[in-house]
């Protein structure tokens, strides 16, 4: 036996909606209501598609919380080498600038190289502050 035929009236707008999602490829109207009666008479089937959604919701919040650690963490780092470098760094005579700043760029450029190659080898320095039990066989 095949499927009973319904004739409906819905909304305009509903209709207009039902119109743009049966335009996507494999989408048919009937597909779409079926499943809408299908969750309407069992709303278990909705329960688990909310329950899916608040535990990646949940993940994200986790996931969250250690990118606010990590730029935390970052910061105050970041800070305290200001800090003691401001501190105790001699200001730099006239006439040692200039070589002092070629220095300065050659060494900044050497700083920039191994922060590139440690983050591309995946043995970088924060994965070993984050988590000190990790095993790393690299050197500082």
Do not use: C
Not at 47 to 62: K, N, P, Q, T
Not at 63 to 82: C, K, S
């Amino acid at each position: 036996m095949g499927k009973p035929r319904l004739n409906l009236r819905l909304r305009a707008d509903l209709h207009r909606k039902l119109e743009e999602a049966t335009r996507r490829p494999g989408v048919t109207k009937n597909a779409i209501i079926e499943q809408a009666l299908q969750e309407y008479f069992e709303p278990a089937m909705r329960h688990g598609l909310e329950e899916r959604l608040l535990e990646r919701l949940e993940a994200f919040e986790v996931r969250q919380g250690e990118i606010e650690r990590d730029v935390a963490l970052l910061l105050e780092t970041l800070g305290q080498f200001v800090l003691y470098w401001l501190t105790r760094t001699d200001p730099i005579p006239e006439g040692e600038r200039d070589i002092a700043q070629a220095l300065g760029q050659r060494r900044f450029d050497y700083f920039i190289q191994q922060v590139a190659r440690r983050s591309v080898s995946g043995n970088r320095l924060s994965d070993r502050i984050l988590d000190p039990e990790a095993e790393h066989q690299s050197t500082l």
